[in-house]
Structure formats: C-alpha cells, structure tokens
C-alpha cells in the first residue's frame, strides 16, 4: 500500500498541469467520501461538508462562505460525475495542451469555474424561474472543464477525435453539439444550477479562444495570482554565492506561439509527406519529423 501511496505521489510531482488538476479532484472526491462515511457511522448529520464547500446560490451566505467561489469547481458528490468530468478534462486538456502551456491550462480551468458560479449566483437571483426555486448550492467541475473544451474546439476547430461508431469528427461540432444540450436544458428541473453554470464556463472559453487569436491572453493575471498563491508556500531558496547571468523567461504568450508555430511546420511536413513520400522530404524537414516524433 506504501508503495502504491509513493507512485501516485510520484506521479502528481513529475505530471503536468493536466494531470494534477484530476489528481486534486480524484483525491478530494475521495477524502470526501470518507468523511461522510465516518459522519454515517456517528450520526453527524448536522454539518454537510459538500453544501459547505458547493457555491451559494443566496448571496449574503456567499459572502461568508466566498471560498466556495474556488472549492465547488473540485468537489462531485456522485462517481459517474467524477468520472465523465475527469473524462472531459483528460480528452480536451491533452488537445489544449498540444498548442498552450500547463499555466494557461491551469488559469483557464479557474476562470471557467469563476465564470459559472457567477452566472449561477446571477440567474438564481434574477431570473424568475430560478428564482421561484429558492436557495440551493452547487458543485462540480463541469463549468470549469467547458471552459477548457470550447478554448480548445474554438482555437483550433480543424482538430478531430475519434468517437465510437462516429469515426473522426471535429472538436468544435463536439463543443457545439455540448453547449445546445446545456442551453436546451435550462428550463429542466434536473440540475438547473448545473447548466448554468456550463453556459457560463462555456462563454468563457469562447471568449477566451476568440481573444486570443486577436493577441489578448485573458488568462495572464490569473497565472500571476496563481503563481503568486503557490509561492507563498514554497520554500525561499538560498541567495546565490556567485554572480550569474540572467536568462529572460519565456513568457506564456511567446512559449504558446512558439508551439503554435511548431505544430503549424510539422502540418506542412505531414502534408509533404502523404504527396511526395519520405524520399521527397529534405534533410531538415526528416529531423524536425523526427523530433516531433519524440515528444
């Protein structure tokens, strides 16, 4: 078990941003359910740990709860949640991945979670239908992760995946076709805070897409404040005894574009290469072929 316990550690310090997000959301879905095990087994039902957790939709008791803001987007109450979240995430997180950084990835993930609760809590407050429905809470990653799928499917809408007895279809009809289902399903009495919350994920993603082919990262504060939340518990590293040269970082817009062009020459290659074979490849074009091949 120790050794198991010890990979799965090893695993979340060398993956990516991708990989630690499911990590976190596996791992607190899983403390989760203990919990309430333990709380069962004593007959606490006086403190819901989820609704404590789960975003207000009554807005004085969101002001004293406003952490909910960040800890819905990590917390399912059932497995097949869990699961078609994670699912969601892995799909279109390894597409997002392939033309953005793990920084971008991350800060996307927490704006699209912003951006549904705060469409939740706006709805839920003004919309008489909603409003009819009285006070309630929400929780999961849904917002979050489709914020994820519509920056992916409206960057590069030309990307396809495979689906079962679909064949190769395009990733921006599969973000499409998700986003009618949830406006299709506002009126629904099953899970209204939930489609909501997709639409306002959804929005932000597209915005978020649309943005930045226009040269405009949305995203850059939130990997600073990220970036500074994490530091705070990061220990200081030991002033340097000698002098060293600095070598300017690599900023989130120039490390995306930089891929961005990549992937563009490795198209072009890929296409020379199903005209003319490999014979009619150059040199250079081989060696960039073949180091694509090793990433």
Do not use: C
């Amino acid at each position: 078990m120790a050794d198991f316990i010890d990979r799965l550690k090893q695993i979340y310090r060398t993956g990516n941003v991708l990989t630690r997000l499911i990590f976190i959301n596996v791992f607190v879905f899983v403390v989760l359910k203990v919990i309430g095990v333990f709380f069962t087994l004593f007959n606490v039902y006086a403190f819901d740990l989820i609704t404590f957790l789960g975003v207000p939709s009554h807005i004085p008791l969101l002001v004293k709860r406003i952490w909910t803001l960040f800890s819905y987007m990590f917390v399912h109450e059932g497995f097949l949640h869990l699961l078609f979240n994670m699912l969601w995430l892995y799909w279109f997180g390894r597409i997002f991945l392939q033309y953005f950084s793990g920084r971008s990835l991350g800060s996307l993930y927490v704006l699209g979670g912003l951006a549904g609760a705060l469409l939740y809590v706006i709805a839920f407050n003004t919309i008489p239908y909603y409003t009819e429905m009285g006070r309630g809470w929400m929780i999961g990653a849904s917002a979050a992760v489709m914020a994820i799928v519509m920056g992916a499917a409206f960057y590069r809408p030309d990307t396809k995946l495979n689906l079962l007895f679909l064949g190769q279809i395009k990733i921006v009809y599969i973000a499409i076709f998700a986003f009618i289902l949830d406006f299709l399903s506002l009126g629904s009495p099953t899970n209204p805070g939930g489609h909501v919350a997709h639409i306002g994920g959804a929005l932000l993603g597209y915005y978020f897409a649309t943005r930045y082919k226009s040269g405009k990262d949305i995203t850059a504060w939130m990997s600073r404040l990220i970036d500074w939340f994490v530091g705070l518990f990061k220990p200081r590293p030991k002033r340097a005894k000698m002098k060293v040269k600095h070598v300017r970082k690599e900023t989130d817009w120039e490390y995306n574009q930089r891929k961005h062009t990549e992937q563009e020459e490795i198209d072009a290659i890929l296409d020379k290469l199903k005209q003319s074979g490999y014979s009619g490849l150059s040199p250079e074009e081989k060696r960039k072929l073949f180091d694509a091949s090793k990433k």
